[in-house]
T-cell receptor, first 110, second 114 residues
Framework: KQEVTQIPAALSVPEGENLVLNCSFT??????LQWFRQDPGKGLTSLLL?????REQTSGRLNASLDKSSGRSTLYIAASQPGDSATYLC?????????FGQGTELSVKP | DAGVTQSPTHLIKTRGQHVTLRCSPI?????VSWYQQVLGQGPQFIFQ???????GRGNFPDRFSARQFPNYSSELNVNALLLGDSALYLC?????????????FGSGTRLTVV
């Protein structure tokens, strides 16, 4: 049973585009949600943390929102750059453990 | 400040052998968790330790074990290695026991079983 679903699985865009990555989860009793970036063969870099009482967080060109009632989170990347190319993972916190989606592999072409 | 550090970075083992992976959390973080990530998948939870006590265990066989030391560092042990254990093993730390402030991950240990 897939508890966290990320759409699309892969995305290729030209530099400068604004884009949206989607994450949906099955359990509405979410505590918090965290977005990560992963470069090939590397560990995870935390991008944004949305705690249960919050609806969104922003960091630079990144904005993440959380709608617990619909079971969705969205990561918005403004003015994409080739350096944004990576896999983006969302994870929600359940009982102290993170439950991850399978990720969205993003490629930004110069 | 040093982040989460893991050692070794890469490891090649033969089927049936045993492996020990190590993790040092961020200073002040008392909880360490271990995740397994196979190629093309999201990380899967293996263990969480908080204040040297096991707080949670994922759906992994008993060949997997872990412990946390008084300095909050941790070891993950895997016995009787199988080809399917080949993966990136990630360690994450957080301040409290429930991850309310978010998790910080290390760079991982790439384990290859041949």
């Amino acid at each position: 049973k897939q508890e966290v679903t990320q759409i699309p699985a892969a995305l290729s865009v030209p530099e400068g585009e604004n884009l949206v990555l989607n994450c949906s989860f099955t359990d509405s009793a979410i505590y918090n949600l965290q977005w990560f970036r992963q470069d090939p063969g590397k560990g995870l870099t935390s991008l944004l943390l949305i705690q249960s009482s919050q609806r969104e967080q922003t960091s630079g060109r990144l904005n993440a929102s959380l709608d617990k009632s619909s079971g969705r989170s969205t990561l918005y990347i403004a003015a994409s750059q080739p350096g944004d190319s990576a896999t983006y993972l969302c994870a929600w916190l359940k009982g102290g453990k993170l439950i991850f989606g399978q990720g969205t592999e993003l490629s930004v072409k110069p | 400040d040093a982040g989460v550090t893991q050692s070794p970075t890469h490891l090649i083992k033969t089927r049936g052998q045993h492996v020990t992976l190590r993790c040092s959390p961020i200073s002040g973080h008392k909880s360490v968790s271990w995740y397994q990530q196979v190629l093309g998948q999201g990380p899967q939870f293996i263990f969480q330790y908080y204040e040297k006590e096991e707080r949670g265990r994922g759906n992994f066989p008993d060949r997997f074990s872990a412990r946390q030391f008084p300095n909050y560092s941790s070891e993950l042990n895997v016995n009787a290695l199988l080809l399917g254990d080949s993966a990136l093993y990630l360690c994450a730390s957080t301040k409290g026991g429930w991850g309310a402030n978010g998790y910080t991950f290390g760079s991982g240990t790439r384990l290859t079983v041949v």
